[in-house]
């Protein structure tokens, strides 16, 4: 009689333990066989009638993801001059578009102006934005912001397929002049949005 209890929590153990993976990117760490290459992390990218798609330029390599909410993380190799990579973050999350770029001109410091410029590509809604100035950082929540970052920008892309859920937010933020030289590969990551 007993071990039927223990085998019965043990699987309702598993199933719990299976049902908490909400990260949908899966980090691949470096491989312990000798003269094996570390291979950088896979995105498990959205599936399903709701998912949108993309194609990341070559430019950007994929980063381990910090935290469940984040879809896929890029880096973009810094500038001459400029002491930080930048950053490239996609995440599907509720909140409107005006309520979203309001509290991104709060991360800097003053406020920023942004430079907001809307899109269609295909049946999505794109709205660009552009922000600069002294970055006051973003972190996850429980966690402190780090340091404010002088001649910062954040340049985003705010996805909404209407009535296919919520928005996707592409992110990049880094030091103004990586995130500049950033910007036609950027413009070609957001020509590359499409759903099935």
């Given at each position: ?34 003269g ?37 993380t ?7 001059g400029?002491?930080d ?22 991360k800097?410091?003053?406020?920023a ?18 922000l600069a ?25 705010i ?8 928005p ?7 030091p ?12 070609e ?5 499409a759903?099935?």
């Open positions: 009689m007993i071990s039927k209890y223990r085998t019965a929590a043990l699987l309702l153990s598993f199933i719990a333990l299976g049902g908490c993976q909400s990260n949908p990117v899966e980090a691949v760490g470096e491989s312990t066989t000798p094996a290459t570390a291979k950088p992390p896979a995105i498990k990218a959205p599936t399903g009638p709701n998912a949108i798609t993309w194609t990341a330029p070559a430019s950007f390599t994929v980063a381990e993801s910090k935290g469940p909410m984040r879809i896929a890029y880096k973009i190799a810094k500038a001459e400029d002491a990579d930048a950053e490239l973050s996609v995440t599907q999350v509720g909140g409107d578009v005006t309520s979203n770029i309001n509290r991104w001109k709060g800097f410091d003053p406020a102006e942004a430079e907001v410029n809307e899109r269609a590509v295909g049946d999505l809604k794109v709205t660009v934005v552009n100035g002294t970055f006051k950082g973003m972190a996850m929540p429980g966690a402190p912001a780090g340091g404010a970052k002088e001649n910062y920008a954040m340049l985003a892309a996805v909404v397929w209407e009535g296919h859920g919520d996707y937010f592409f992110k990049l933020t880094g103004q002049k990586t995130v500049d030289a950033a910007r036609p590969a950027f413009e990551l957001i020509g590359s949005f759903h099935p």
